[in-house]
């Protein structure tokens, strides 16, 4: 099984970017983005196919975060721009055989790491 270590994480204010990255120790296939807030249920946030041509986003990011990936370096990124509160939460990097927006899909998964919007 891949070992996925994302960073990247942080705080920032209201509008501004930030981008994570995710080290996979090998080759991966479908690859994507969740995050969970306090009290909360993992959710969907983006994904991105093993050559990078093809993309999916949640409603609440889409034209705000690009799901980007560099197989050379084995390496997955996620640039968030005009974050907003509500985008607070822990993003996990996942990776899987199977494409789509549930968590069960994806069988490798990073620890997390904290983003923080303050208003």
């Known amino acids: 099984q891949v070992q996925l270590v994302e960073s990247g994480g942080g705080l920032v204010q209201a509008g501004g970017s930030l981008r994570l990255s995710c080290s996979a120790s090998g080759r991966t296939f479908n690859m994507g983005w969740f995050r969970q807030a306090p009290g909360k249920e993992r959710e969907f946030v983006a994904n991105?196919?093993?050559?990078?041509?093809?993309?999916d986003y949640a409603d609440s990011v889409k034209g705000r975060f690009t799901i980007s990936r560099d197989n050379a370096k084995n390496t997955l990124y996620l640039q968030m721009n005009s974050l907003k509160p509500e985008d607070t939460a822990v993003y996990y990097c996942?990776?899987?055989?199977?494409?789509?927006?549930?968590?069960?899909?994806?069988?490798?998964w990073g620890q997390g790491t904290q983003v923080t919007v303050s208003s």
């Open positions: 991105i196919n093993w050559s990078g041509d093809r993309t």
């Open positions: 996942a990776a899987g055989w199977v494409a789509g927006q549930d968590p069960s899909g994806f069988g490798s």
